[in-house]
């Protein structure tokens, strides 16, 4: 399993917005997919999969305020569940 996290991008950034989810519960993930796009108070950012498998539950929706760190997906090897 691995998760989904919203970096830290430096040291004033304390969270970032989600702005899209380009994947679903369900989707087939490969590494380097994008599978969200967030939005600090500098820039935008795609967040992608490090490894392949299928993306689990959205963990915040869309426009919501995410603190750094919090992971907001995860992404499941075969036969893993949440």
């Known amino acids: 399993m691995e998760e989904i996290f919203i970096p830290a991008l ?9 702005l899209e989810w380009l994947k679903q519960p369900g989707d ?5 997919d994008v599978i969200a796009i967030i939005e600090t108070d500098k820039t935008t950012l795609d967040l992608p999969a ?3 498998g299928v993306l689990g539950k959205h963990k915040y929706a869309v426009n919501d305020e995410v603190p750094t760190g919090n992971t907001i997906a995860v992404v499941l090897a075969p036969g893993e569940v949440e």
Request: hydrophobic share 55%; net charge negative.
């Open 10 to 18: 430096g040291m004033a950034m304390d969270n970032a917005v989600l």
């Open 50 to 52: 490090e490894t392949s």
């Open 28 to 32: 087939a993930v490969n590494a380097g």
